[in-house]
């Protein structure tokens, strides 16, 4: 119930013309807009230089470029005979009629937690992207035993400054093939995970699309091609939106639809990192997405511990109870 001096203000991006880096441009520009509009300002905005058509056509022409087609052989060649599925541990097996119903389950790692990521990432010369992708991987190794794994990850794709500043939807998918065999340490696991990363990102600008066309995986019933799973950690900075004098509360929703099967987003916050699991729940019982999410923290922060300790005998380790917490 809205009181008199009480206003709703509800904002819907879709991605079909808009992505997370848009929207902190949309509250920029939205908070000057106002200010200059309650002070009877013209238009404090400039004239874009740029639209999104610029963008779509420099893409049309990147396709027949020649560093392009070098680039989706490198995708070819790097997902060559990869696994066609993740093994996730479902609770109910996906069939051709399975839908997309989606569901969300928030879970926050510590302040400590994460800071001891930060310095581990910086000792190891890699991002923190990289340390808390290869805990996934173990995570997943770990429930399903898998070794070799294709794991998504979407990249911003406004690799020109001209980009920066315009609204519409520029995000790729990168899938990231990731080797857990010969029982290595989690040291040696984040290298391999380092170099797959560096390797991949001077092609990232292959349309994710266009890759699953040329690698043909084998279609599954009830699964999406290739990557099955993604795993994201916010990092452009955030715009909130500040409107004067008012003071704004701010709630996310989530829509009830799942793209893939798992998406882990993480977000740096203070304290800590917020993490948001989007799953199909006609595959996931919610219980079991909680699971996961504290079996996640509770392995980063033993890998962390014990970085040069090999997975088979981290394995041993790891199986404690889930339900107890990690360091936060």
Known sequence: MLRPDDHLLLMCFHHICTDGWSESIINRELSALYAAFKEQRTCPLPMPTTQYREFAAWQRQQFAAPHTAKSLQFWCERLLDAPDNLLLPFDRAAT?????????????????????????????????FMVLLSAFAVLLFHESGQEEMVIGAPTAGRGRPEFEEIVGY??????????????PSFRSLLRRVRESVLEAMPHQHVPFDKVVQEVRPTPSPGRPRLVQAMFHLHNTPAEPL???????ESEQLFPQAAALDLIVALDPQDPGLRGVWSYRAELFEAATVCRLQRKYAWMLDLLIDAPDLALAKFVALSNAPADSPPRS
Not at 170 to 180: E, H, I, K, S
């Open 242 to 248: 500040r409107l004067l004098d008012l003071r704004i």
């Open 96 to 128: 051709a009629r399975t839908g997309f119903i989606g569901a969300t389950s928030e879970h926050r790692l510590g302040s400590e937690l994460a800071e001891r990521v930060r310095r581990f990432s910086r000792q190891e010369r890699a991002t923190g």
């Open 170 to 183: 520029f995000v790729n998918t990168l899938a990231f093939r990731l080797d857990l065999s010969g029982n």
